[in-house]
Nanobody, 124 residues
Framework: QVQLVESGGGLVQAGGSQRLSCAASGRTFSTCGMGWFRQAPGKERHFVAAINWSGGSTLYADSVKGRFTISRDNAKKMVYLQMNSLKPEDTAVYYC?????????????????WGQGTQVTVSS
């Protein structure tokens, strides 16, 4: 079992930066792939970024490539999402997720554990 708690959301102006954190508990964290997803009101949950169990492989949605960076610290059981050059369209609830297979993919269905989410609002 892995429990996930996101933090770091809030209100930021367009063009600004914000860092989201995801604190994990559970013995299997270091073998899990980790992902960030987001969901805007009335829309489906969409992939943002993912990282494999070792941190050696990352994946990004085209909409955030070059602006967002995912990283992890297995010793601290933390995953981070650094978001730069934020746009109003980045406004959403951001969710952290863990996949037991360790791959860190872009598919919602491949993740086994989810956090409660943190709201990010980007004002224009």
């Amino acid at each position: 079992q892995v429990q996930l708690v996101e933090s770091g959301g809030g209100l930021v102006q367009a063009g600004g930066s914000q860092r989201l954190s995801c604190a994990a508990s559970g013995r299997t964290f270091s073998t899990c792939g980790m992902g960030w997803f987001r969901q805007a009101p009335g829309k489906e949950r969409h992939f943002v970024a993912a990282i494999n169990w070792s941190g050696g492989s990352t994946l990004y949605a085209d909409s955030v490539k070059g602006r967002f960076t995912i990283s992890r610290d297995n010793a601290k059981k933390m995953v981070y999402l650094q978001m730069n050059s934020l746009k109003p369209e980045d406004t959403a609830v951001y969710y952290c997720a863990a996949d037991n297979a360790g791959r860190g993919t872009s598919f919602v269905s491949e993740y086994d554990y989810w956090g409660q989410g943190t709201q990010v609002t980007v004002s224009s």
